[in-house]
């Protein structure tokens, strides 16, 4: 198979050749914004302006690697009516915005650095896929938060424990996208010092 041939086969291509610059640019600045927004914690900023004086953090669910029906029934509690009301805010708005971010920003990452190694393609394309899923599956655990933060203190055990599968699911892929990375880092690294090398002998002294 020809490079080009491979390189058309990973998923995307046509995307990324349609938007080169401008995708890397735009989602480069959003992901840098909304880190910037969380490193301040903007959410609990809110929280707190709105009148919650609760010790749990907003978004303290969100990146755990699972949890137990009580222990989402005790954060919603000690949340209290505001802190519930200002985290389904934030989880409608600026956390509907960074699962798209870190999506498109690590997908198109880990399509950057597997493209010229020799891995199979249906194996990039399921790398490049694991961000996007996390994505999807973020916008569905933060709708679910929001349901049951509606039906409070009504806590459906089936709803709890799907949305904390979804949440060990999503935390999963985020934590296999970054070992991806680090893998596929290495292997260029010495696909490079390896052609470096090769070209070295070439070349006449």
Request: aromatic share 12%; net charge positive.
């Amino acid at each position: 198979m020809s490079k080009k041939s491979r390189n058309q086969m990973i998923l995307g291509t046509k995307i990324v050749n349609k938007f080169p610059r401008s995708l890397w640019y735009s989602t480069f600045v959003l992901v840098a914004f909304l880190i910037m927004m969380n490193g301040i914690n903007i959410p609990n900023i809110i929280a707190a302006s709105a009148g919650y004086t609760g010790v749990i953090p907003m978004f303290t669910l969100d990146v755990l690697p699972g949890y137990s029906p009580a222990y989402l029934a005790e954060v919603l509690s000690t949340y209290g009516e505001v802190g519930r009301r200002a985290y389904a805010t934030s989880l409608m708005t600026l956390d509907m915005l960074f699962p798209i971010s870190y999506g498109i920003f690590f997908a198109l990452l880990v399509r950057r650095v597997y493209l010229n190694i020799n891995v199979p393609v249906g194996m990039v394309n399921a790398m490049i896929a694991m961000p996007l899923l996390s994505m999807v599956l973020d916008w569905i655990e933060n709708s679910t938060f929001v349901y049951l933060i509606s039906v409070y203190p009504v806590q459906p055990l089936a709803v709890a424990q799907f949305v904390s599968f979804v949440t060990l699911v999503k935390v999963g892929l985020y934590a296999l996208t970054i070992i991806s990375l680090v893998i596929g880092s290495v292997l260029m690294w010495k696909q490079r010092t390896r052609f470096h090398e090769e070209d070295k002998q070439i070349t006449p002294s």
